[in-house]
């Protein structure tokens, strides 16, 4: 495999071919100041690694890039398939990597919502505690998450998701569509 | 700087914030001394992800990041670093919020998490703590709390800055404004008002005539009274049928008069609706021409559209609604109640009955049915999105076979307007019968109430009830229960005519982010100096595209610009010609800073060439001549000669008028180009702007436009962005742009001897075409 190189040095893989990870070929670990690192066997070790979905609704548990952060940019390291073909320490720093990276508490209840000219205020419990924000009356700040869920965008460009909304109980869901028709 | 602490000009309420008491305490506890911090600020997640309000304190020469200590840890100190161990300070975007990083032994570090919300804040310290870490100076203080991005008055976040605040906007005020948009028709307005009134009026009086008939005309007694008159002696025969006659003649005139009102009052509220509307369209389409390029960034073409067309409808619906709708019905409400409790108060009375329950089955009906309503007008657009998308891209649909697919797709999106739809009509057709129950059940008790008075009164030699007064009640009754239904919808029709009329004030309110300067400088013909001195823009806030770029350009001289995708080369161009406003740094043409000329004369002085050349519909002529419409056709043919253009325009049987479609359609890529270089030649502008123009044409097109371009260039300080090196070659000099900064600048000699980026892109696409292109088979097939 051909590689990335900077000043004649090789900093990481071909970014035009996809590089599968194994637990045979790798080794995902913490390193110096805690800081996420990846060992590729025979190639080098990839510190200030962070994680990335590439199918976050469709496959929550694989297909997830890692990617090395370095001065001029990132490059991938390569994707792994499939979490669970992980041991479940270096499957666990992966799946911590990802909740850092994608700040997006999810939504129980939805306890009110309320228009006001153009604005909704929402009051939700979240798995991160209660929370209460205004997000915009406009189809670009609720959007799809797969077919049944949504993710709700407030004027900060905060992101709640709610991944099905049918499975909240029936007056949630009627004030959630009341506003949030689409 | 050594260990001179940064320069405080004032205190920043966000950089320098005060510790919780019981922070500060356990801090001291530990050996810190957090007054001495220059930098204290604070978030609102910790590393794990999780609410919690953890601050960053930078000292003299080291930073630290502490909570006030949980269960889980007994310290206050999350993390301390070293300015001498920190080689860099960054920000990295995540989703839904981002972190501080440091570069520590090589690898990126992550100092603290924010969500968005904290976002703008880091943004501002990342830059303040690098410049810390090169031991330059840094300034914190009070100007750091501005922020242009909040509304000053109540926080909320606004959607660009200088946006209004829709928390903050008077929603009263817009009522009133458009009050005022008619206060030219004040006296059509007035006029119409009264006819109203008198149509109100007017439609009581058959109903008064039928009481009339049936008591003076039509009943067996002798002896009856007619309004005023009361006729002692028995009628006749006879003087009951000229009674007759005389009635229904007064009948026949009401309806006369009522048919020209209704007339009148209609020719008016067109006169002034279609009056109001055309203005107001007007203006917000005045607006949307002079309002930048980055407004259409953060709005789509269809939603201007819907509000150019259909919100200003609104003004009209407006006038409607004063004339013949809601506020009219409110008007009938209150003259018809008035007179059925003047007519029998008690009667009256029993009407209401169910009046409070129509008026809460109907409240809560439409509340339940509106969302449904919504679903449906949403479900429809998503059914004409589809289709569009589906019918634009028909050939490359029948190019993969996937007919059957998009059948498919449509016929879902068909069955969900047709599913919402009847979920709709189900719940309309089953709530009309109920209310007409509720109705009648009032109409039965006043049959039963006024039957009774009829009844006793009929008895008693005068006074009392009377048939005719009963059905006088019963058809004022009818024109009393109309608008009642319909005034349960007043909140709702306000509400939207509110929105809608807030909708088109919001454009008319949007400032220009790129504005004119207070007092421009005209600059009427320019030499062609070009200088960027330490530009940073950024389309958004968070990530800067173009970072501290500077450089210069003489006048006449042709720059070739290049740079992988992405690198900033046509926000270059974007910077240059001001579609929008640099964040940092200043660009200066003849020495002027471009934001103090005269916008006018900046964009008659630079001409560009897009990668996408864009016609309008109109003649080949007329497209020429866009940017000159005081153009000779000699001027047009020449220019379009130079622009190799004259000759495929001469094929067409019309020529020059020939008439072009929609982008163009009915030429080939190459030939569009032309006639836009043609455009661009005419404008006749000093400085040349080329944005890939070469980019999407065959070789044979480009040949024709290389050779037309090297005629327009002429004389002329040229920027061209190109793709392919090659046609670079030539240019004075080359700006090699890289992540948003210039990697290198120098003549293509040179940057080929440098051996760096520009070098690695002209070996690339020196292998790559290499190949034999398709053109170059054809050709050689055919020798």
């Not at chain 2, 502490?66 to 670093?81: D, G, I, Y």
């Not at chain 2, 207070?518 to 030499?527: F, G, I, R, S, V």
């Amino acid at each position: 495999m051909s590689a990335i190189e900077k000043n004649n040095e090789r900093i990481g893989p071909d970014p035009t071919i996809t590089r599968f990870l194994t637990p045979d070929m790798c080794r995902i670990h913490l390193g110096n100041m805690s800081a996420l690192h990846v060992t590729i066997v025979g190639e080098r070790i990839y510190g200030g690694v962070f994680a990335a979905y590439a199918f976050p609704v469709g496959h929550p548990d694989g297909y997830v890039s890692l990617l090395h952060s370095h001065s001029t940019g990132e490059i991938e390291i390569g994707i792994i398939r499939d979490l669970n073909e992980f041991p479940p320490e270096q499957a666990q720093l992966v799946r911590h990597a990802l909740s850092k990276r994608y700040f997006v508490p999810v939504i129980h209840a939805i306890d009110e919502m309320a228009w006001q000219f153009g604005l909704i205020g929402v009051d939700v419990q979240t798995d991160k505690g209660p929370r209460s924000f205004l997000m915009r009356w406009q189809q670009t700040s609720a959007v799809d998450y797969g077919h049944r869920g949504k993710v709700l965008i407030d004027v900060d460009e905060n992101r709640y998701l709610i991944p099905d909304v049918s499975t909240l109980p029936a007056d949630q869901q009627q004030r959630f569509v009341r506003f949030i028709y689409w | 700087m050594g260990r001179r602490k940064p320069e405080l000009s004032g205190q920043s309420r966000v950089l320098q914030k005060e510790l919780p008491e019981a922070l500060e305490q356990a801090l001291k506890h530990a050996g810190l001394a957090p007054r001495e911090a220059w930098l204290c600020v604070d978030t609102d997640l910790n590393l794990a992800s999780d609410y919690e309000q953890v601050f960053l304190c930078a000292e003299a020469d080291r930073l630290y990041t502490a909570a006030v200590p949980t269960a889980k840890s007994s310290s206050p100190v999350r993390l301390m670093l070293t300015r001498e161990s920190i080689r860099e300070i960054r920000t990295r975007q995540g989703v839904g919020g981002g972190f501080l990083e440091a570069l520590v032994e090589g690898i990126y570090v992550e100092v603290l998490a924010f969500s968005n919300a904290r976002s703008d804040v880091f943004h501002k310290v990342a830059p303040k703590l690098r410049a810390w870490c090169e031991k330059k100076p840094v300034a914190v203080g009070a100007e750091d709390d501005v922020d242009t991005r909040r509304c000053p008055k109540c926080g909320l976040t606004l959607a660009f800055p200088g946006d209004l605040c829709q928390r903050c906007l008077k929603r009263s005020a817009t009522f009133f404004r458009v009050l005022k948009l008619m206060r030219p028709y004040a006296g059509k307005a007035a006029i119409m008002m009264a006819l109203v009134l008198a149509a109100i009026g007017l439609a009581m009086v058959p109903q008064k005539l039928v009481q009339l008939l049936i008591d003076g005309v039509l009943s067996p007694h002798k002896v009856v009274s007619v309004l005023w008159w009361h006729f002692d002696t028995p009628i006749t025969r006879n003087g009951k049928v000229t009674l007759l006659l005389l009635l229904i003649g007064v009948l026949m005139l009401m309806y006369l008069i009522t048919a020209v009102l209704q007339a009148v009052s209609g020719r008016l509220s067109s006169q002034v609706g279609t009056r109001i509307t055309y203005d107001m369209r007007k203006r917000v389409f005045d607006h949307l021409v002079k309002l930048g390029v980055d407004f259409y960034d953060r709005y789509s073409t269809g939603q201007m559209m819907t509000r150019v067309a259909i919100d200003t409808q609104q003004m009209q619906g407006f006038v409607q609604q004063l004339t013949s709708g809601l506020l009219a019905q409110l008007i009938q409400l209150v003259v018809v109640g008035v007179a059925l409790f003047t007519i029998n108060w008690e009667l009256a009375l029993y009407t209401l009955v169910p009046a409070p329950f129509v008026v809460v089955a109907t409240r809560f009906f439409w509340k339940k049915i509106y969302p449904h309503y919504y679903r449906v007008q949403d479900a429809s657009s998503k059914l004409h999105g589809a289709l569009n998308t589906i019918l634009s891209g028909i050939r490359v649909v029948k190019a993969f076979g996937q007919e059957p697919r998009e059948e498919g797709r449509f016929d879902r999106s068909n069955s969900y307007v047709r599913d919402r739809e009847r979920e709709v009509q189900y719940a309309v057709t089953a709530f009309h019968p109920k209310v007409s129950l509720l109705f009648q059940a009032g109409s039965i008790l006043v049959w039963y109430i006024g039957g009774l008075q009829v009844i006793d009164a009929a008895g008693r030699p005068a006074g009392g009830m009377t048939t005719g007064d009963l059905l006088f009640f019963f058809g004022l009754l009818g024109m009393f229960w109309a608008p009642l239904t319909q005034l349960t919808q007043l909140t709702n029709w306000l509400t939207n005519f509110l929105t809608a009329s807030q909708r088109v004030f919001e454009i008319l309110d949007t400032n220009y982010q790129v504005a004119e300067a207070a007092e421009p400088k005209a600059l009427p013909a320019a030499k062609g100096a070009i200088v960027f001195e330490n530009v940073s823009f950024g389309y958004n806030r968070r990530e800067p595209v173009i970072k501290n770029v500077s450089f210069s350009i003489a006048p006449g001289e042709h720059i070739g610009v290049v740079g992988k995708s992405g690198s900033g080369k046509t926000t270059l161009i974007n910077l240059l010609t001001r579609f929008y406003d640099v964040d940092e740094g200043r660009i200066l043409v003849d020495g002027i800073d471009i934001r103090q000329i005269k916008l006018d004369d900046l964009r008659r002085n630079v001409g560009i060439v897009l990668q996408e050349p864009f016609l309008f519909r109109g003649g080949i002529w007329a497209n020429i001549a866009y940017g000159r419409t005081d153009a000779t056709p000699e001027l047009v043919l020449s220019a379009a000669k130079a622009a190799n253009a004259h000759e495929f325009i001469m094929r067409h049987p019309l020529g020059y008028d020939t008439y072009v479609g929609e982008r163009g359609a009915g030429l080939s890529g190459g030939e569009r180009q032309r006639v836009s270089i043609a455009r661009a030649l005419l404008y006749d502008p000093p400085i040349l702007v080329l944005d890939e123009a070469t980019s999407n044409i065959d070789t044979e097109s480009e040949q024709l436009i290389q050779g037309a371009l090297a005629r327009v260039t002429a004389g002329r300080t040229t920027l061209a962005i190109a793709h392919r090196l090659s046609t670079l070659r030539n240019c004075n000099r080359i700006i090699v742009i890289d992540g948003g900064t210039v990697a290198e600048c120098g003549t293509h000699d040179e940057l080929m001897a440098g051996q760096a980026l520009y070098y690695r892109l002209v070996k690339i696409q020196t292998e790559l075409s290499r190949g034999s292109t398709v053109d170059a088979m054809i050709a050689g097939g055919q020798a």
